[in-house]
């Protein structure tokens, strides 16, 4: 059974960082792509990052780029969302997912992924 779970969300203030954490359970974690998505209130779901299996590709969207940093680490079973340089409009609940998938693969669209978590909030103030 493969279950992503989020940590590490909270309230922070324009500027601040925070560090996003997601535990992948399973004993095949690294056979596994991850990302993250998020989704702010009245919204769709958007693609925040994503991270291939042994995370030699990361891919990020153009909102994030150069704030938000994703990293894994195998024999922890868990992958990191780095936030800096935060803004109000990074206020969304958080999601991490998991998908069974070939080395060097990250992907970025919602369908992709076969197993998600319960969401963090991240919320943003001015």
């Known amino acids: 059974q493969v279950q992503p779970v989020e940590s590490g969300g909270g309230f ?4 601040d960082s925070l560090r996003l954490s997601c535990a992948v359970s399973g004993r095949t974690f690294n056979t596994y792509a991850v990302g993250w998505f998020r989704q702010a209130p ?3 779901r958007e693609f925040v990052a994503a991270i291939s299996r042994g995370g ?3 891919r990020y969207a153009d909102s994030v780029k150069g704030r938000f940093t ?3 680490d195998n024999a922890k079973n ?8 935060l803004k109000p409009e990074d206020t969304a609940i958080y999601y991490c997912a998991a998908k069974r998938a070939p080395a060097y693969s990250a992907y970025m669209r919602t369908d992709d992924y076969d197993y998600w978590g319960q969401g ?3 919320t943003v103030s001015s």
Do not use: C, P, W, Y
């Open 12 to 15: 922070s203030q324009a500027g």
């Open 42 to 44: 009245e919204k769709g």
């Open 56 to 58: 030699g590709t990361t």
């Open 70 to 72: 994703i990293s894994r």
């Open 78 to 85: 868990t992958v990191d969302l780095q936030m800096n340089s």
């Open 120 to 122: 963090t909030q991240v």
